[in-house]
């Protein structure tokens, strides 16, 4: 089958689900010791998709398996640096952490109205280089917050990527959650701390910015939303870290390294 063509032959559409279930219950088959990323790339090759990643958690880039996914998928080292030090996950694409089914996508797009700063020109490049035009996404909603991630990417159409998303739902998002839940039984080393609140991405960036020293007024006007917004988004923090007031919840999410570098010059 050309996979630039489009697949919408509910004869196609068939043989597809059918090879995704098979992998799916091999992932499910492994031994807990065994790395599944060779089903994530087997799964991402019948889509005629090469490049695969996947991370636990959008809102934790650090741990293990997501390093070792990343290598092991050829993502050059900086590749991944950057994805982790600017949150990409949560950046540049908003639908990871919004939608619960899966869709299609392409890189992001460099305007006038919304400009890519030199890391996201760069992150752009390398994927470009690596034979990247648009990406087939399940986000993974989990207990606690936690939002997994399961990315391919190539050259294939987006429309037929789109076709693929709405169509194979269910086979998809059945393939995620197998794939997500090996992850975690072989990620002993660094577990997800369940305890840690999972704040959203607006919640990251008004406390980001309230630990930078701004105040509700200028939070508003950097954000773009109003202070009354700002105050219910620093609420729900406190709320979830059970902080007696917000300069109590700056320093937790600090302590808990969820904030990263404050200062009156960072960026969020």
Not at 114 to 130: A, F, G, H, S, T
Not at 202 to 210: A, G, N, P, T
Request: proline share 3%; with cysteine.
């Amino acid at each position: 089958m050309n996979q630039n063509e489009s697949i919408t032959s509910e004869s196609d559409l068939t043989a597809l689900a059918k090879e995704l279930r098979a992998i799916s219950r091999e992932v499910s088959s492994l031994d807990q010791k065994e790395i599944a990323y060779d089903k994530l790339s087997d799964a991402g090759t019948l889509f005629g998709l090469g490049r695969a990643v996947a991370f636990r958690d959008v809102f934790n880039l650090d741990n293990a398996e997501s390093i070792a996914g990343a290598d092991a998928v050829g993502l050059p080292t900086e590749f991944f640096e950057r994805v982790r030090k600017r949150r990409f996950s949560l950046k540049s694409d908003s639908r990871v952490w919004t939608t619960r089914l899966p869709y299609a996508t392409n890189l992001t797009v460099d305007t006038r109205r919304d400009p890519l700063d030199q890391d996201e020109k760069i992150v752009n490049q390398q994927l470009k280089d690596l034979g990247v035009e648009n990406l087939l996404v399940i986000p993974l909603h989990q207990p606690m917050g936690t939002v997994g991630y399961i990315g391919w990417g190539g050259s294939v159409d987006l429309k037929v990527l789109s076709n693929i998303a709405d169509e194979l739902s269910p086979e998809l998002l059945d393939f995620g959650y197998r794939f997500m839940t090996h992850m975690e039984t072989i990620d002993a080393k660094d577990p997800i701390d369940a305890s840690l609140p999972h704040l959203t991405l607006q919640e990251l960036k008004c406390l980001k910015l309230v630990a930078n020293g701004l105040s509700f007024a200028e939070v508003s006007e950097e954000v773009g939303i109003s202070t009354t917004t700002v105050r219910y988004h620093i609420d729900n923090c406190r709320t979830k870290f059970n902080a007696a007031s917000a300069t109590h919840c700056v320093a937790l999410a600090v302590q808990f390294g969820l904030l990263g570098t404050v200062g009156r010059d960072e960026n969020p």
